[in-house]
């Protein structure tokens, strides 16, 4: 051994890229002299390895940012309340303070009010079947003076109907007056069998679509104009399937109803077509909170016309988040009352009856027929 050392010591110097084989090859042997196998080999119980504490993980303060936005899952119900007197004559100076919601009976608190003009996205959806030939003509002079009455934020849809598969959008959402008059130029009366609930369903789910399109406008107001005799011939929705909707719906429904040429002859125990006609528009536009006329004339059509442009903007703007916050889709009804004015004014509130509160989406929506609006070229 003796002589073996200097040997090695010798090739160490001479080849000194060899060193860091050597250390490597050093290793490996003290290695396998203390490894398990080897304790093993000679009896030795095998060492417990002693498991090393992970270093402990500080968590990165948060700094908070004024700016973020804070997400609060509530549902506001918002309400378009007009409000008249006795002889209906529009009440446009009233305080947060006047006045009282009620959903189901309980009080609500109001936790947004405005009395200022709202923009409105509102749809004018115009019967075009053979029953309102002799009314046409002054339909579309009417709808014109109600486009040209459009503020400048407000947005208008024009659909024409006659049947399930005559729904037509002549124009889409728009603020050019021009686009809208042509497109209601292009109004013409053609054969087929009235879908008037098919028209207004699909016209409520366009305007409520369109209107959660533009989630920075939310506070614009929806309406919609119908222009019909109010007998529905052949729709594939019926009038539940409807008036389910509009009660998940903010759209008022304002409607002109020509039911004077429908027959007031009733059989033993139904109504005549006419009362029949002008009791489901009546329905239509109180349980949206809207309104209907029925006029005796056309040429009442353009007065009508200002006058529901008027009304469209003379609306107080009421939002309140409900003490029942369950999300079960149930329907909720809604009350507003108004405080009386100087020497026992009476103030009628006029808003929507009711709502069908969110569901939480645990149960399966029943299918329902779906026509298709067909856009014009």
């Given at each position: 051994m003796?002589?073996q050392?200097?040997?090695?010591?010798?090739f160490v110097t001479?080849?000194?890229?060899?060193l860091p084989v050597l250390?490597?090859m050093l290793?490996a042997c003290?290695?396998?002299?203390d490894s398990?196998?080897?304790?093993?080999?000679?009896?030795m119980?095998?060492?417990t390895p002693?498991?090393?504490g992970?270093p402990?993980?500080?968590p990165t303060?948060?700094?908070?940012?004024p700016?973020?936005i804070?997400?609060?899952d509530?549902?506001?119900?918002?309400?378009n309340?007009?409000v008249?007197d006795?002889?209906?004559?529009p009440?446009?100076n009233?305080?947060?303070?006047?006045f009282?919601?009620?959903?189901?009976?309980?009080?609500?608190?109001?936790d947004?009010?405005s009395?200022s003009e709202?923009?409105?996205?509102?749809?004018i959806?115009v019967?075009?079947?053979?029953s309102l030939?002799?009314?046409l003509e002054?339909v579309?002079e009417a709808?014109k003076?109600?486009?040209?009455?459009?503020r400048q934020?407000?947005e208008t849809l024009?659909?024409r109907?006659v049947?399930?598969k005559?729904?037509e959008?002549l124009?889409?959402?728009t603020?050019?007056?021009?686009?809208?008059?042509?497109?209601?130029?292009?109004?013409?009366?053609?054969?087929?069998?009235?879908?008037?609930t098919d028209?207004?369903?699909l016209?409520?789910?366009?305007?409520?679509?369109?209107?959660t399109s533009k989630?920075?406008?939310d506070r614009?107001?929806?309406?919609l104009i119908?222009?019909?005799d109010?007998?529905?011939r052949?729709?594939?929705?019926?009038?539940k399937?409807?008036?389910?909707?509009?009660?998940?719906?903010?759209?008022?429904i304002y409607?002109?109803?020509f039911?004077?040429e429908?027959?007031?002859?009733?059989?033993?125990?139904?109504?005549?077509p006419?009362?029949k006609?002008?009791?489901?528009?009546?329905r239509?536009?109180?349980?949206s909170g809207?309104?209907?006329y029925?006029?005796?004339?056309p040429?009442?059509?353009?007065?009508l016309?200002?006058?529901?442009?008027?009304?469209l903007?003379t609306?107080y703007?009421i939002?309140y988040?409900?003490s029942n916050d369950k999300?079960?889709?149930t329907?909720?009804?809604?009350k507003?009352?108004?405080?009386d004015?100087?020497?026992?004014?009476?103030?009628i509130?006029?808003?929507?009856?009711?709502?069908t509160a969110?569901?939480?989406?645990?149960?399966s929506?029943?299918?329902?027929?779906s026509?298709?609006p067909?856009?014009s070229p």
């Amino acid at each position: 051994m003796r002589r073996q050392i200097p040997n090695i010591a010798r090739f160490v110097t001479m080849n000194k890229s060899i060193l860091p084989v050597l250390g490597t090859m050093l290793l490996a042997c003290l290695f396998l002299t203390d490894s398990p196998v080897s304790n093993a080999a000679e009896g030795m119980p095998t060492p417990t390895p002693t498991p090393v504490g992970s270093p402990t993980v500080k968590p990165t303060p948060r700094i908070d940012d004024p700016d973020e936005i804070i997400k609060i899952d509530t549902e506001l119900v918002n309400l378009n309340v007009r409000v008249v007197d006795r002889n209906n004559r529009p009440v446009n100076n009233l305080q947060e303070n006047e006045f009282r919601i009620y959903e189901d009976g309980k009080l609500q608190q109001i936790d947004f009010f405005s009395k200022s003009e709202v923009p409105t996205n509102y749809g004018i959806v115009v019967d075009n079947s053979g029953s309102l030939r002799s009314q046409l003509e002054k339909v579309i002079e009417a709808s014109k003076v109600l486009v040209n009455m459009n503020r400048q934020d407000d947005e208008t849809l024009i659909i024409r109907f006659v049947d399930s598969k005559k729904i037509e959008i002549l124009q889409e959402f728009t603020s050019n007056k021009t686009d809208l008059n042509d497109a209601l130029e292009n109004m013409y009366i053609e054969g087929g069998q009235t879908a008037i609930t098919d028209a207004v369903y699909l016209a409520v789910e366009s305007i409520d679509e369109y209107q959660t399109s533009k989630r920075n406008e939310d506070r614009k107001r929806r309406a919609l104009i119908l222009v019909t005799d109010g007998e529905d011939r052949s729709s594939f929705y019926n009038e539940k399937q409807l008036f389910d909707l509009l009660r998940e719906s903010e759209v008022q429904i304002y409607v002109v109803g020509f039911v004077d040429e429908l027959s007031k002859d009733g059989g033993f125990i139904s109504k005549s077509p006419q009362a029949k006609a002008k009791a489901f528009l009546e329905r239509m536009a109180t349980e949206s909170g809207g309104k209907a006329y029925f006029p005796s004339s056309p040429a009442e059509l353009p007065n009508l016309a200002r006058e529901i442009s008027n009304e469209l903007r003379t609306q107080y703007s009421i939002g309140y988040i409900p003490s029942n916050d369950k999300r079960d889709g149930t329907y909720r009804s809604i009350k507003v009352q108004v405080e009386d004015g100087p020497n026992a004014q009476k103030r009628i509130a006029i808003t929507r009856a009711g709502r069908t509160a969110d569901a939480d989406g645990s149960t399966s929506p029943t299918p329902k027929p779906s026509p298709t609006p067909v856009k014009s070229p």
